[in-house]
């Protein structure tokens, strides 16, 4: 008897279990889509939340390293470390593609080269780290033209300007012909302290573009000024734009930047230590720009700048450009196999 109810028991159990499956709804997609979308905002609070995380935790490993140098932040005591390129070239992308992914830098990135217009330079090109994200596909019936008409890039390191050849190569070797069809492309080795070729129609260039390079050079005032020279001041559309990295307006983390600058120099290359607003701010009062934008993100330590010609520069300006002389090496003998020069 009490087997067989036992058997009853289960019996039941599983004929209500069936049931209540049978007489389950199906899933609202509506519902669905609504869950999905709260789970957005959520998900881009956990990246931004993972990526500043890293960047904090590669300060604070970094900074357990000794400061020798109390006064690291100032430029007079900063040496020269820009040759760390030659030998950082292969491994660079590497090295800080995952910790610029995951501080948005990529984006970033995107958003200042897509503003480029007309003859562009790239200045302190590196290992062309925005190549992919320029306007410069051909018309077609979904889109106009490009804005940009020609793309020089230079950097001081001949390593530094191979790998951005062959990366060009590799994102557009199989795809020229979506590209502007008279798009000039050049690659140069050569001191962007001195004087930079003029664009390829001979005249100064509409826009100038540089990120992460003042933080390499000895004279980051010096390499913005001279920019300027290069640009063609007399067109008030004309602009340069600057994505840096530099001091907090946090005290505690430029306490951590000193702690680890000179150790980061000697790996990196670069001094994320220095006040870039105030040495773009006196680039742009030597040469007669004005900074148009300035933003800043990670606790203040990225830096993002746009400057443009002042009223009175523009109408002041010489029409005649000063003709500047090419660069130290031209590394563009490649592209005339492909009726590029």
Same mark, same amino acid.
């Given at each position: 008897m009490m087997t067989e109810e036992g058997i009853c028991f289960v019996e039941e159990a599983i004929y209500t279990s069936r049931k209540d499956v049978a007489e389950e709804a199906p899933p609202n997609p509506n519902e669905a889509a609504i869950v999905r979308a709260r789970k957005l905002p959520l998900l881009g609070a956990s990246v931004f939340a993972v990526g500043l995380g890293f960047y904090c935790l590669q300060l604070?490993?970094?900074?357990?390293?000794?400061?020798?140098?109390?006064k690291v932040a100032d430029l007079a005591e900063q040496k020269d470390v820009v040759s760390r390129y030659d030998y950082t070239a292969d491994s660079f992308d590497s090295e800080v593609g995952l910790s610029e992914f995951l501080m948005g830098l990529n984006s970033t990135r995107k958003t200042l080269s897509q503003k480029c217009h007309g003859n562009v330079l790239e200045v302190s090109c590196g290992t062309g780290r925005n190549l992919?994200?320029?306007?410069?596909?051909?018309?077609?019936?979904?889109?106009?033209?490009?804005?940009?008409d020609s793309l020089t890039f230079i950097d001081i390191s001949p390593q530094m300007?191979?790998?951005?050849?062959k990366k060009w190569m590799a994102l557009f070797g199989s795809k020229l012909a979506t590209l502007k069809p008279d798009?000039? =492309?050049?690659? !140069?080795?050569?001191?962007?302290?001195?004087?930079?070729?003029?664009?390829?129609?001979?005249?100064k260039y509409d826009t100038i573009i540089q990120t992460m390079g003042m933080c390499s050079t000895p004279t980051p005032v010096a390499l913005v000024a001279n920019m300027v020279k290069h640009l063609d001041t007399s067109n008030p559309d004309a602009r340069i734009y600057l994505l840096e990295h530099g001091r907090s307006y946090m005290p505690w983390v430029n306490n951590i930047l000193d702690q680890s600058a000179e150790k980061h120099a000697e790996l990196h290359g670069c001094w994320f230590n220095r006040e870039i607003g105030s040495l773009v701010q006196e680039a742009a009062d030597q040469t007669g720009l004005?900074?148009?934008?300035?933003?800043?993100?990670?606790?203040?330590?990225?830096? =993002?700048?746009? !400057?443009?010609?002042?009223a009175e520069t523009v109408a002041t300006q010489a029409i005649t450009p000063t003709k500047a002389t090419e660069a130290s090496t031209a590394s563009e003998g490649w592209l005339a196999k492909i009726g590029w020069k």
């Open positions: 604070f490993i970094a900074a357990r390293q000794p400061c020798t140098n109390p992919g994200y320029y306007d410069i596909e051909r018309e077609d019936s979904r889109r106009p033209a490009g804005k940009v300007v191979e790998v951005c050849k798009l000039s =492309v050049r690659f !140069l080795t050569g001191s962007a302290l001195g004087n930079m070729p003029l664009a390829p129609n001979g005249k004005e900074v148009a934008t300035e933003r800043r993100h990670h606790a203040g330590t990225t830096w =993002v700048f746009e !400057l443009k010609p002042k």
